[in-house]
């Protein structure tokens, strides 16, 4: 397990963080497809806290996009890096997650994080903001809308409906398995909405979540014990 530490100059404050998503935000990458579903590597990341402790742990799993095989898992172990504010909860998380990505010892091709990308109020959640930080192809698969708003899709697997800020479309909402609740899913970076949905689709052959979620949650809460017995 890595053991992190606050970056030097990170955000203290809530106005500091809001110049860092304006000053990033320009630099999300639409124009791209981004790697053909159920090639290469697929990597989840999800984080565990312990607010009493003050601790985050990341992980980062790389699963084998066509068997979904684990390839490799790492954790890390920080300091909460920014306190409670939502739209701002990248900043508690980037710097641990960044560190378990950078422990990895393979590439983790496409990035999927447990949360947002374009479906955040400002426009740049985790996802993206983890994106542009590393150049990878990152997507969010959550687990709610947030505040946004969407039709039901029909109850099929595979259905799907967009996600919607007034007229603007930010993600959408996407039936994993017959009859479950929908997730939600949106671009973070250099990966375009419908294959970002097809992602989802490869990624969740029997579950509502993303088998790189479901095993990165998992692998953050054993972590998390460990860290703190």
């Known amino acids: 397990m890595t053991t992190v530490r606050i970056p030097s100059g990170w955000p203290a404050t809530e106005e500091q963080a809001r110049a860092v998503q304006d000053e990033l935000r320009g630099r999300v990458v639409l124009g ?14 999800d984080v565990a806290y312990d607010d009493e402790r003050d ?8 699963l084998d996009a066509a068997t979904l095989a684990v390839v490799a898992e790492v954790t890390a172990v920080g300091q909460v890096s920014f306190p409670y504010v939502p739209g701002l909860l990248a900043f508690r998380e980037i710097p641990t997650v960044l560190a378990a990505l950078d422990a990895l010892p393979c590439a983790p091709g496409l990035v999927v994080c447990d949360g947002y990308g374009l479906a955040h109020p400002r426009r740049f959640g985790l996802a993206s903001h983890l994106g542009v930080l590393t150049g990878l192809p990152t997507i969010g698969v959550a687990k709610n809308p947030f505040t946004f708003s969407y039709e ?20 959408r909402a996407l039936r994993t398995q017959n009859g479950v609740k929908p997730v939600f899913v949106s671009v973070g970076h250099r990966v375009s909405l419908d294959n970002a949905c097809a992602h989802t689709l490869a990624l969740t052959p029997k579950y509502r979540l993303p088998e790189s979620t479901r095993r990165a949650d998992s692998l953050c809460r054993r972590a998390l014990q460990e860290a703190t017995p």
Do not use: D, K, M
């Open 32 to 45: 791209e497809a981004g790697p053909p579903p159920g090639t290469g590597r697929v990597t989840g990341v």
């Open 55 to 62: 601790i985050v742990v990341a992980a980062a799993v790389v």
């Open 152 to 171: 039901e899709p029909g109850a099929r697997r595979g259905s799907v409906t967009p996600l919607v800020a007034g007229q603007e479309e930010v993600g």
